[in-house]
């Protein structure tokens, strides 16, 4: 389970001190909605600052446990430690707080179109210090050919899927041009969010770029076919506002999220095989289903096996 950043709570908390609840309630059904049945369109789908600030409460506790998840991995098989960064589709700046989390980081360059989430992105991080409360916010739009300013890590959180199709490649391509080391795309853990990043795991390969995780070293392809696609899940502690927000009394949520991480040199800590769901546990066996070089299988682990201790803590998503 993530630790959301105190800092962030506290700033989210006092974000909306001054909302009435019915109203964040409000937008916050409505986003939602939004983001379900608009997404992929292009479409300008949160524009103003209360619609940003219900979306900062509502959806930050879990977009930030995803992108820490998705980067804690990355940054193991990859062996990197990038000190800049470049926050593409930035939304309130989620994974920012949540590359902060795990970098020395030096420089924070955050890419979003929406003014709104921008003025609530931006004063959010005002609260983290360092180099989030000197990180830099600018207008953009991906979609546009501009070049975009290098970084030695480049992310996008859940920002791809809401492009139109035939605009996903190219971005992908630009925010692997401002990739000095690597390259991360982060999407919902549906079929579609996956669908979206094997092609760019397929097009951005025949650029030269290596995948880092979540794929094992070795891999020459992914193996997931039919109705089967690779996509982990973190649980995420709700605080008094969240569940406020979310209509529920639940402790606890579980974010489900797809990712790839793409390195400019051969990873260096690449794993060997990675559990792709979560293990069987039966009286003296664990049975766990993995993917390594090989593809997709099983493996049954015993008492007398040597991976059995780790087998009792591992996760889904855990390299092994």
């Not at 590359?99 to 005002?126: F, H, K, N, T």
């Not at 080391?181 to 025949?206: C, D, H, K, W, Y």
């Amino acid at each position: 389970m993530a630790d959301f950043p105190q800092e962030l709570a506290a700033a989210l908390e006092e974000l909306v001190s001054g909302q009435s609840q019915a109203a964040l309630e409000r937008d916050a059904r409505a986003i939602s909605e939004a983001y379900r049945t608009k997404t992929g369109e292009g479409r300008r789908l949160l524009t103003k600052e209360g619609e940003a600030a219900a979306y900062a409460a509502a959806r930050m506790p879990a977009t930030f446990a995803a992108a820490r998840a998705a980067m804690e991995q990355a940054l193991l098989a990859s062996g990197l430690s990038p000190k800049t960064l470049l926050d593409c589709g930035a939304g309130t700046g989620a994974a920012s707080w949540a590359a902060d989390s795990l970098l020395p980081l030096e420089r924070i360059v955050c890419l979003e179109r929406e003014d709104a989430m921008r003025a609530v992105g931006s004063r959010l991080m005002r609260a983290g210090g360092g180099a989030l409360a000197r990180a830099a916010w600018e207008s953009c739009d991906l979609t546009s050919p501009q070049p975009l300013p290098k970084a030695e890590l480049v992310v996008e959180g859940y920002m791809l899927g809401e492009l139109r199709e035939e605009m996903r490649l190219s971005v992908a391509r630009r925010l692997w041009d401002a990739a000095e080391q690597m390259a991360l795309f982060i999407e919902p853990g549906t079929p579609q969010g996956f669908a979206n990043l094997a092609a760019v795991r397929r097009e951005l390969a025949s650029l030269g770029a290596h995948v880092a995780a979540p794929c094992p070293a070795g891999a020459k392809g992914c193996p997931m076919a039919g109705d089967d696609w690779c996509h982990f899940a973190v649980r995420v502690q709700r605080t008094r506002l969240h569940k406020a927000l979310k209509g529920g009394d639940a402790p606890f949520e579980d974010e489900k999220f797809c990712y790839l991480a793409l390195t400019r040199d051969v990873p260096g800590a690449a794993c060997d095989a990675r559990v792709l769901r979560h293990p069987l546990i039966q009286p003296g066996r664990i049975t766990l289903t993995l993917c390594d070089a090989d593809g997709k299988r099983t493996r049954t682990v015993t008492k007398k096996d040597p991976l059995w201790k780790r087998a009792r803590k591992i996760g889904a998503g855990d390299a092994v």
